[in-house]
């Protein structure tokens, strides 16, 4: 088990990698490069989604399909967000695959300003999320003998 100062040593970090992953995006959106941006907007989600597990103990998840299964669990799930984020972070997760995999996919600049505003509300969220959790007293936890997913 983390202990609780480390613990939101690394939250800090997760949360600043989302907002540098953002952007990050920003700038490949201005210079062309929409596969790049995708890439980039995913792991913003991606860093906050795992920040968001961590707050709320769960530490042993590191993949991208354990994150996105133990998200929809608990915060989905549990109510802790609406139930659209689950939806956008599987598209996420598709559109940075065929960003990243897919040799004939191209994402385009207008598909990057419709993701950019989302990714950036889905940040925020979580951020608001993340700081209303760690405002609540004592929180029951989840078992943080989670599987390694």
């Known amino acids: 088990m983390i202990p609780a100062e480390e613990r939101q040593q690394i939250i800090a970090a997760k949360t600043q990698d989302a907002e540098e992953m953002i952007a990050v995006a920003e700038l490949n959106y201005q210079h062309g490069f929409y596969n790049s ?6 792991y913003a989600c991606f860093h906050m989604a ?4 961590l707050a709320i103990g769960i ?3 590191h993949r991208h ?3 996105r299964n133990m998200f929809s669990l608990h915060f ?3 109510g802790r967000i609406g139930l659209e984020w689950k939806a956008f972070y599987g598209t996420m997760f598709s559109n ?3 960003a990243d995999y897919d040799n004939f996919k191209s994402f385009t600049k207008e598909q990057i300003e419709e993701m950019l505003p989302l990714v950036k509300q889905f940040v925020s969220t979580l951020k608001c999320t993340v700081a209303s959790l760690e405002q609540q007293p ?3 936890k ?3 003998s989670t599987e390694h997913i």
Not at 37 to 42: D, G, Q
Request: no cysteine; net charge negative.
């Open 142 to 144: 989840p078992d943080a």
């Open 96 to 98: 940075r695959s065929n």
């Open 65 to 67: 399909e354990g994150v």
């Open 59 to 61: 530490e042993d998840v």
């Open 50 to 53: 795992s920040a968001a597990l």
């Open 37 to 42: 941006a995708v890439n980039r907007l995913y």
């Open 138 to 140: 004592s929180q029951a």
């Open 76 to 78: 989905i799930k549990a």
